[in-house]
């Protein structure tokens, strides 16, 4: 049972160039989130999905979309990277509609931006 | 003040020992509560969940729940080398709608 799956677990990208990090659970989960990790600063949500066809942004959304594609699939993408967003990026599930239950988190995609 | 604090440690126990791991939060309306731990290079797992005050016991972890103090603690018993990790607070507020995580306390258990 995988749970949560991203891809890819590593990029690197120079400054300006575009990409899309792919998430897809397999626990029937309603919720999925997008977060970034950066040393010293936790983890911080980017963007949200209560359900399928709704996003709704978090804490540090700029400089980032979102597609909820379907139940499973919840996509991150970069339009023009910048080194600021060189982080630890995780996606995360939750059974419900709301953030009152537990999250799933995937391995994490570690991306640097030159 | 941040929304929710945890001393970012390293605490470090004995082996055998009880850890005792603190986190604050700033919105008294917050209504659930997560501990995750984080090995070092790996995702976030849970640990524990809360929901109203008081302890709630899971083999040898407590979670303590004190809302009109803010705060909420995890307790682990006979503490082992492999519980040494980063452990995350989560505290949801805003309706359900907003999750903030504390930046992590790191624990080293000492054989």
């Known amino acids: 049972n995988a749970g949560v799956t991203q891809t890819p677990k590593f990029q690197v990208l120079k400054t300006g160039q575009s990409m899309t990090l792919q998430c897809a659970q397999d626990m029937n989960h309603n919720s999925m989130y997008w977060y970034r990790q950066d040393p010293g600063m936790g983890l911080r949500l980017i963007y949200y999905s209560a359900s399928e066809g709704t996003t709704d942004k978090g804490e540090v959304p700029n400089g980032y979309n979102v597609s909820r594609l379907n139940k499973r699939e919840f996509s991150l993408r970069l339009e023009s990277a910048a080194p600021s967003q060189t982080s630890v990026y995780f996606c995360a599930s939750s059974p419900g509609t709301g953030m009152n239950q537990p999250q799933h988190f995937g391995d994490g995609t570690r991306l640097s931006i030159l | 003040q941040k929304e929710v604090e945890q001393n970012s440690g390293p605490l470090s126990v004995p082996e055998g020992a009880i850890a005792s791991l603190n986190c604050t939060y700033s919105d008294r309306g917050s209504q659930s509560f997560f501990w995750y731990r984080q090995y070092s290079g790996k995702s976030p797992e849970l640990i524990m969940s809360i929901y109203s005050n008081g302890d709630k016991e899971d083999g040898r972890f407590t979670a303590q729940l004190n809302k009109a103090s803010q705060y909420v603690s995890l307790l682990i018993r006979d503490s082992q080398p492999s519980d040494s990790a980063t452990y995350l607070c989560?505290?949801?507020?805003?309706?359900?709608?907003?999750?903030?995580f504390g930046t992590g306390t790191k624990l080293q258990v000492i054989p």
């Open positions: 989560a505290v949801v507020s805003g309706g359900y709608q907003k999750v903030t």
